[in-house]
T-cell receptor, first 114, second 113 residues
Framework: ETGVTQTPRHLVMGMTNKKSLKCEQH?????MYWYKQSAKKPLELMFV???????ENNSVPSRFSPECPNSSHLFLHLHTLQPEDSALYLC?????????????FGPGTRLTVL | GDSVTQMEGPVTLSEEAFLTINCTYT??????LFWYVQYPGEGLQLLLK?????DKGSNKGFEATYRKETTSFHLEKGSVQVSDSAVYFC????????????FGKGTLLTVNP
């Protein structure tokens, strides 16, 4: 069961490209999250949105730019990335932000920066 | 700040073996504790959770008990299957004013037939 979808599933881009990751949740949740999953490291929370307003920016470089046009959709716009940004980017949603509610994750976008 | 430490993998077992993956935590307040599982090529799924001390979470034959005295939430299963091969993440959602999910690094489990 997955109520959270992400596209594309795989993305290869050069350091000068601009691309966007898309996340959609079909669960009626109010909060959405972007995480970065790198090998051998814990998941890193990047951004949190609640009812389309950003409530957290976890010291993420400006080359990552989130957008939440409505409570069901979340984008991550990418520009001038570095090779160390290669990772699995996971989107998640929960009923409310920052509660003990379960977070539901999408399958992720595997990003490779050349 | 809050932190989660789980045993380093990879863990390789034969089918029907007993599984334990250790998890300890540091947190202020009274956190909720979670185990998430990530199957190959997929996102994380909640496996089980416990919200207060001495609670036992269980699902699909997996169990974990919230031990406040030892600040632990070890994952166990009596008889693993090949289909249990995945990465397992221990996580906490802190008490007080901080409810962010804090994850451990994950433990890769491989179960051989």
């Amino acid at each position: 069961e997955t109520g959270v979808t992400q596209t594309p599933r795989h993305l290869v881009m050069g350091m000068t490209n601009k691309k966007s990751l898309k996340c959609e949740q079909h669960l009626g949740h109010n909060a959405m999250y972007w995480y970065k999953q790198s090998a051998k490291k814990p998941l890193e929370l990047m951004f949190v949105y609640s009812l389309e307003e950003r409530v957290e920016n976890n010291s993420v470089p400006s080359r990552f730019s989130p957008e939440c046009p409505n409570s069901s959709h979340l984008f991550l716009h990418l520009h001038t990335l570095q090779p160390e940004d290669s990772a699995l980017y996971l989107c998640a949603s929960s009923q409310e932000e920052y509660t003990s509610d379960t977070q539901y994750f999408g399958p992720g976008t595997r990003l490779t920066v050349l | 700040g809050d932190s989660v430490t789980q045993m380093e993998g990879p863990v390789t077992l034969s089918e029907e073996a007993f599984l334990t993956i250790n998890c300890t935590y540091t947190a202020t307040g009274y956190p909720s504790l979670f185990w998430y599982v990530q199957y190959p090529g997929e996102g994380l799924q909640l496996l089980l959770k416990a919200t207060k001390a001495d609670d036992k979470g269980s699902n699909k034959g997996f169990e974990a008990t919230y031990r406040k005295e030892t600040t632990s939430f070890h994952l166990e299963k009596g008889s693993v299957q090949v289909s249990d091969s995945a990465v397992y993440f221990c996580a906490l959602s802190g008490g007080g004013s901080n409810y962010k999910l804090t994850f451990g690094k994950g433990t890769l489990l491989t179960v051989n037939p």
